[in-house]
């Protein structure tokens, strides 16, 4: 694109993109506003649709549109904890997790109803979600297309980061959310993303992500946080934070351990087994983390080290 560096071409191009071919210009300057023009249509984040990039979301507010939607579809999906006999009733009194208090099961039945929920192109606010976890992890004052191999920089399969989702559904996306915008666990996240670009420790950030997601659904349905959760009165809220605490579970052990991604299946089942067997423990990690406030310490020089990947003043407002 050099004929934009040509003093006043650029002005001129972007007064008049969209509009039709001027005879009065040259090849290079017709060169240039189509070049400009497609420019556009990647910023835009719409993949070459008109319109402007979507808005970033909020946590609250993408929650809410869930809350409102009726998700017909994907709540009749939704398997609820299996009965259980005489005998399993009285070992559980005995010594077996509780049962999740009835004010809570609407948001048990919520969060599950978003894991059956599928990424839709023709929902505005799913595309938000999607638009504001690339802003969030790049640092991007920029909108994304739609499909594309920018994607896969992030730890996607492929191009398309709804067939990743199977499984996890809009639950996946909505995790991530919550990591990127927390201003607690932002800073984790971020950590965390730079290691998953390691030259050798590297490993699919949103993959690994959507795979946790799962492990903290798996949770949820056998009844392994209902403690916690009634103890909070929440569900939502604890699976987040469950979420979190096995995320920086798992960027520990792969740092100690100098994980690639051959390991990722023995890591997975480690995180799982701690995810519904020490849950408490794992949020009490998690809280010792956030209430410290800082960056861990510097490694010494003989291990590994990252650097940063943006500018941490390039930030969206994230939720409290």
């Known amino acids: 694109m050099a004929a934009l560096g040509q003093g006043g071409v650029l002005q001129e191009?972007?007064?008049?993109?969209?509009?039709?071919?001027?005879?009065?210009?040259?090849?290079?300057?017709?060169?240039?506003?189509?070049?400009?023009?497609?420019?556009?249509?990647?910023q835009s984040g719409l993949g070459g649709t008109s319109g402007a990039a979507p808005p970033p979301i909020s946590f609250?507010?993408?929650?809410?549109?869930?809350?409102?939607?009726?998700?017909?579809?994907?709540?009749?999906?939704?398997?609820?904890?299996?009965?259980?006999?005489m005998l399993?009733?009285?070992?559980?009194?005995?010594r077996g997790p509780p049962r999740l208090r009835p004010q809570l099961r609407g948001?048990?039945?919520?969060?599950?109803?978003m894991a059956q929920c599928a990424l839709d192109d023709s929902e505005w606010v799913h595309m938000r979600i999607l638009q504001t976890i690339y802003r969030q992890l790049t640092c991007s004052r920029l909108g994304c297309p739609r499909y594309g191999a920018h994607w896969e920089e992030l730890g996607f399969q492929g191009v398309d980061p709804g067939t990743d989702l199977r499984g996890t559904g809009m639950l996946g996306l909505m995790q991530i959310l919550f990591f990127v915008l927390d201003s607690r666990t932002l800073?984790?996240?971020?950590?965390?993303?730079?290691?998953?670009?390691h030259e050798t420790q590297n490993f699919p950030f949103c993959i690994m992500s959507v795979n946790i997601t799962r492990i903290v659904i798996q949770a949820l349905q056998e009844?392994?946080?209902?403690?916690?959760?009634?103890?909070?009165?929440?569900?939502?809220?604890?699976?987040?934070?469950?979420?979190?605490?096995?995320f920086l579970r798992l960027s520990r052990l792969w740092e100690q351990q100098h994980g690639t991604v051959a390991d990722a299946g023995f890591f997975l089942k480690e995180l799982e087994l701690s995810t519904k067997k020490k849950p408490k423990q794992l949020l009490k990690s998690l809280e010792a983390y956030l209430s410290r406030g800082l960056q861990p310490p510097s490694l010494p020089s003989s291990q590994i080290h990252f650097?940063?990947?943006?500018?941490?003043?390039?930030?969206l407002e994230g939720d409290s």
Do not use: M
């Open 187 to 197: 800073p984790l996240a971020r950590e965390i993303f730079q290691l998953s670009q």
């Open 223 to 246: 009844e392994r946080l209902s403690r916690e959760c009634n103890r909070r009165q929440q569900v939502i809220g604890v699976l987040n934070d469950l979420y979190a605490a096995a």
């Open 107 to 113: 948001e048990q039945e919520l969060a599950l109803a």
């Open 13 to 42: 191009l972007v007064l008049g993109a969209g509009q039709p071919p001027d005879p009065g210009l040259s090849e290079e300057q017709r060169q240039a506003r189509q070049e400009w023009e497609a420019l556009e249509e990647i």
């Open 307 to 315: 650097t940063n990947i943006c500018d941490p003043g390039v930030e």
């Open 88 to 94: 399993a009733a009285l070992l559980r009194c005995l």
């Open 60 to 85: 609250s507010e993408a929650l809410q549109h869930f809350q409102s939607a009726e998700l017909p579809a994907s709540r009749g999906k939704v398997r609820a904890p299996g009965r259980r006999g």
